[in-house]
């Protein structure tokens, strides 16, 4: 079977940094991906992995382990409107993304 | 604005009736997905399509369950004899093929939110 875990809720202050972590068990790996999801709105692309390390836009980064099947979507310089889900998800051996289950990220003042 | 749209935004239907939702993709992409998602749940893959061709359909879709693309252009996704466990957000997403897929980056639709009461 194909399976990504996930934390079910991170809770942080604005202005703090925040690790959601991601564990997948797939048949075959071509790279992750991270979305953002706003209640009631639409999944939003916020980066992708396909090699090991670090990718860096703005205040996201993204990090990959192959080796580990783990990644991690991490959030920086928090700001209220970072409340949201996010999924990581995976591009195992066929042309569609599987998706993790998500977290739910709460930001307090 | 020429992103992924999805009608109709909400349905609400008895059990056993039929419904149809389209999706229109961004128009130079030629991979169009469909998923579902259920409340705190992650988005579920159902099928999808290059151009007209479906390409894979999930094994946990029920044959009451068809989509189409018949010009290679919209898409639409029918459910028949509805169940109350259909009760869902259909999510449409599409990608310039493989360089999206590639890119790990699909253009969601706002979905289209069904109620079967």
């Known amino acids: 079977g194909q399976s990504l875990e996930q934390p079910s809720e991170v809770t942080a202050v604005e202005g703090a940094i925040v690790q959601i972590n991601c564990t997948y068990q797939t048949s075959g790996f071509y790279g992750l991906s991270w979305y953002q999801q706003h209640d009631g709105g639409a999944p939003t692309f916020l980066s992708y992995?396909?090699?090991?390390g670090l990718e860096e836009t703005g205040r996201f980064s993204s990090f990959l382990s192959r080796s580990d099947s783990y990644g991690y979507l991490l959030l920086q310089e928090l700001q209220m409107k970072d409340s949201a889900s996010y999924f990581c998800a995976v591009r195992a051996n066929t042309d569609k993304l599987i998706f993790g289950t998500g977290t739910r990220l709460q930001v307090f003042p | 604005d020429t992103g992924v749209s999805q009608d109709p935004r909400h349905k609400i239907t008895k059990r056993g009736q039929n419904v149809t939702f389209r999706c229109d993709p961004i128009s130079e992409h030629n991979r169009l997905y469909w998923y579902r998602q259920t409340l705190g749940q992650g988005p579920e893959f159902l099928t999808y399509?290059?151009?007209?061709?479906?390409?894979?359909k999930s094994r946990l879709l029920s044959d009451r369950f068809s989509a189409e693309r018949p010009k290679g252009s919209f898409s639409t996704l029918e459910i028949q004899r509805t169940e109350q466990g259909d009760s869902a957000m259909y999510l449409c997403?599409?990608?310039?093929?493989?360089?999206?897929?590639?890119?790990?980056?699909?253009?969601f639709g706002e979905g289209s939110r069904l109620t079967v009461l």
């Open positions: 399509f290059q151009n007209e061709a479906q390409l894979e």
């Open positions: 997403a599409s990608s310039d093929g493989l360089a999206g897929v590639g890119t790990g980056e699909l253009f």
């Open positions: 992995n396909a090699l090991d």
